[in-house]
């Protein structure tokens, strides 16, 4: 690995570590850090190939109160580091994949509890009414939690083009890789099902099974499935009912009192 990509490798896991907690722009998601992380490392098509792996398993990965899911950026940087520097193949980097988020699970805990101190020292600054203090709280806060992808990330990546690495996945038992993938299968199922329950969508549900049903009977691949999808949903809304009621807009009051004036007058025509 050269320097110039040693660098942007930190620099793309300093941002996905930034990204995990703003939750803006989403470069933290596995599909955008391991597409990043490959073009990065000059194989692009075996980081989308990793992150859309990847993606399906974080599909459901969200945190809710105090607690906090799975890390899905220093899992998608490091696998991405691993499988393209060592020429792994995608399912090596699922199962290392997983512990790895477990593991940054546990030091975003870590980081957070770190990064109070920050928050305090703002309250300070507020109290002072020392607006640059405050940025510059927020801003060490923001890079703590890039620093907490980008460090491991690096230190993966400087003993990529050494046997190091190579031999201690080679002494990783098959046993064990075979079966964190297919844990990752059964998480990829719960993702689904965990965004199932929260659409809400029972009407929606036959084109969900049919999907599965022509996946597994038919050769099409994920852009014909997905362009079949499309067309669909179009279909679905342009024939639904629901999307094509009109809605009555509530008449101005000067409309109203004209109507109902113009009523008077007939009611008294009538009685005269």
């Not at 793309?12 to 803006?24: I, R, T």
């Not at 084109?207 to 679905?236: E, R, W």
Request: net charge negative; aromatic share 6%; with cysteine.
């Amino acid at each position: 690995m050269s320097a110039v990509q040693m660098v942007l490798v930190i620099l793309v896991s300093l941002v996905a570590g930034m990204a995990s907690v703003c939750d803006e722009r989403q470069f933290h998601r596995p599909l955008v850090a391991c597409a990043l992380m490959g073009l990065v490392l000059g194989d692009l098509s075996t980081g989308v190939a990793l992150g859309g792996s990847l993606e399906l398993i974080a599909l459901g990965w969200m945190n809710v109160g105090a607690a906090m899911a799975p890390d899905a950026a220093l899992a998608s940087t490091i696998a991405s580091v691993v499988v393209i520097s060592t020429h792994q193949s995608v399912g090596t980097g699922i199962a290392i994949a997983v512990p790895l988020a477990a593991a940054g699970q546990v030091l975003t805990i870590f980081v957070r509890s770190i990064a109070v101190f920050f928050q305090h020292q703002a309250d300070k600054f507020a109290e002072q009414a020392n607006f640059r203090g405050i940025e510059i709280m927020h801003f060490s806060a923001l890079l703590l939690q890039g620093l907490r992808v980008a460090i491991p990330t690096a230190v993966v990546a400087a003993v990529s083009g050494t046997s190091v690495l190579n031999d201690a996945l080679n002494a990783i038992p098959k046993v064990v890789t075979g079966g964190l993938q297919v844990a990752g299968g059964f998480i990829v199922v719960v993702g689904y099902a965990m965004v199932i329950n929260m659409m809400q969508a029972k009407s929606l549900m036959p084109f969900f099974f049919l999907g599965f049903v022509i996946a597994t009977f038919s050769n099409y691949n994920l852009v014909g499935l997905g362009i079949m999808g499309a067309c669909l949903a179009i279909i679905y809304v342009q024939l639904n009912p629901i999307y094509h009621n009109a809605i009555q807009m509530p008449q101005p009051a000067a409309a109203v009192a004209a109507g109902g004036s113009e009523l008077d007058d007939d009611l008294d025509d009538e009685l005269n």
